[in-house]
């Protein structure tokens, strides 16, 4: 039984101290497969070096976190940009717009979106949404999008069944789901009841929003099986077929079926 983290940023400075065993980890959890969203120009070499390491298990995104979106954004998309060639990503991301730290980068945030939505489109690649406290607005900007290739995953969706049947008519988008579903005061259980595996990848968002017990801690990519079996629980379904649904969706959702 194979696992894929979707969405993990274990380049950050928060694993360099014990690289050895968080590997070793992945390894005895069976994790085959890590995707790692940059954040900005600077987080760049270090996904970059993690990936070149073990590139049959670290894939990397391209993109400009909204956290990051500031006055300069677009001399910083442009830099980003120039990574593409030598970076081969797979996928844009993580982009998208955040409104709950700073409501006053909003404009640039829809601009920055919407460039990189342009990137998706060009180099034929998927794209990973943040969406905090903005799916409203992500919406407003997914909407005047026609474009049938226009596909990826929204990061971390801790939404409703509004927001889920919304994402869902676009036809090509896939929830990510992470530590806040064994959070028993999330209500996110009882959205994803009632929606069926194919729409589902998993992730961790290391080292944020370590699920339970761990909570409270680093979170890691090892700690998907827990995710996993918090999902099986839910679903009435055996592991398996979690570890083997969600890996199949990610495989297809990034283009990455023929390296398995």
């Known amino acids: 039984m194979q696992w894929i983290d979707t969405h993990s940023h274990l380049y950050l400075p928060a694993f360099a101290e014990d690289r050895p065993q968080w590997l070793q980890r ?72 955040d409104l709950h730290w700073d409501k006053s980068t909003l404009k640039q945030q829809q601009q920055a979106f919407r460039q990189q939505i342009e990137w998706s489109l060009e180099w034929n690649l998927p794209i990973v949404i943040h969406a905090r406290e903005s799916f409203k607005e992500i919406f407003e900007i997914l909407d005047t999008y026609k474009a049938p290739t226009l596909r990826g995953v929204f990061h971390c969706f801790t939404g409703g069944m509004v927001e889920a049947e919304k994402i869902l008519s676009y036809n090509n988008f896939l929830l990510g789901i992470g530590g806040v579903l064994t959070y028993e005061k999330s209500g996110l259980d009882k959205v994803i009841e009632q929606i069926d595996l194919r729409h589902l990848v998993l992730e961790t968002d290391a080292p944020f929003l370590t699920p339970k017990p761990y909570r409270g801690k680093r979170n890691e990519s090892s700690y998907i099986p827990i995710i996993g079996a918090r999902l099986a629980e839910i679903k009435g379904v055996t592991m398996e077929e979690v570890s083997n649904t969600t890996s199949t969706n990610a495989l297809r959702m990034f283009n990455l079926a023929h390296s398995r």
């Open 26 to 97: 992945l390894d005895t959890t069976h994790i085959e497969k890590v995707f790692l969203p940059n954040i900005d120009k600077e987080s760049i070499g270090a996904m970059q070096e993690l990936c070149a390491m073990q590139p049959e298990r670290f894939f990397p995104m391209l993109g400009l976190h909204p956290c990051d979106v500031k006055e300069n954004f677009n001399a910083e998309l442009e830099e980003i940009k120039q990574h593409y060639q030598t970076l081969q990503p797979i996928a844009v991301g993580e982009i998208g717009i």
